[in-house]
């Protein structure tokens, strides 16, 4: 293949071009912010797990203390029911006796009760403040997620500028170039870690790195100006320049 030696070396512009849209493609998904989400994804959940148990132990004990205040209530009611019919003094001796038993036996088992209630009332003060914990530690991480998303927003913003910034240079060098360099260009590139065209620089390819030898230098010497030659190793285009110490 032959092309002007000028756009030749316009490739290595192209080249430089392609490289540093690769490494913002990097940059993209090699973000800290990505890292730091998924980690704070992780903790939220872990923290949404233990605050769903805190509100699970505290709806809990609210039941159980709502069924403690209704008994309670019962017992309250019919003591104090038959507390009116003894104060009344109505009814056979044995009846008001009776009464008397009762009213003793209601009056312990709202004591129990009671003391019951006040129990579960300490758990659930003791439950209600661990929910608290967790759900402030949650409202902290979120905020801390919100401040990495910003972060992250506005690098990538920033990366997508620079991008767009690339292309518009490329599109046009692209197009001044000739359409079957170009092909050959980015076959190569595609193949070849995303390097097509390399400067051959004292001697050396810098696609591979690797120093010509003697009879692949001879060749590169020997080949006229226009004429498109490769690397024998990496098989990348060598640019020739004043640079290139043939």
């Known amino acids: 293949?032959?092309?002007?030696?000028?756009?030749?070396?316009?490739?290595?512009?192209?080249?430089?071009?392609?490289?540093?849209?690769?490494?913002?493609?990097?940059?993209?998904?090699?973000l800290p912010e990505h890292a730091e989400l998924d980690r704070l994804a992780r903790e939220l959940s872990t923290m949404e797990d233990e605050r769903v148990r805190a509100q699970v132990a505290v709806d809990d004990l609210d039941r159980d203390i709502s069924r403690l205040e209704r008994d309670a209530e019962q017992v309250r009611a019919r003591k104090d029911k038959d507390q009116a019919r003894l104060d009344a003094g109505t009814g056979p001796a044995r009846e008001l006796e009776a009464l008397q038993h009762e009213i003793a036996t209601l009056k312990r088992r709202q004591g129990e009760l009671e003391d019951a209630e006040l129990e579960l009332m300490e758990q659930r003060e003791t439950a209600q403040a661990a929910l608290d914990e967790v759900a402030g530690r949650l409202t902290e991480t979120r905020s801390v997620r919100a401040a990495a998303e910003q972060r992250r927003d506005e690098a990538l913003a920033g990366i997508a500028k620079d991008e767009e910034f690339r292309r518009s240079g490329r599109k046009p060098l692209a197009a001044d170039l000739p359409a079957d360099l170009i092909t050959l260009y980015d076959k190569i590139r595609e193949s070849s870690g995303g390097i097509g065209a390399a400067m051959l620089r004292h001697g050396r390819c810098e696609g591979c790195r690797l120093e010509l030898a003697g009879g692949d230098k001879a060749r590169v010497k020997a080949a006229a100006a226009d004429e498109v030659v490769r690397c024998e190793e990496c098989r990348r285009i060598l640019v020739r320049t004043a640079e290139s110490g043939l």
Request: aromatic share 0%; glycine share 0%; charged share 35%.
């Open 1 to 30: 293949m032959k092309a002007d030696p000028e756009a030749q070396r316009r490739l290595l512009d192209l080249q430089a071009i392609d490289i540093a849209l690769t490494q913002l493609a990097h940059k993209r998904k090699s």
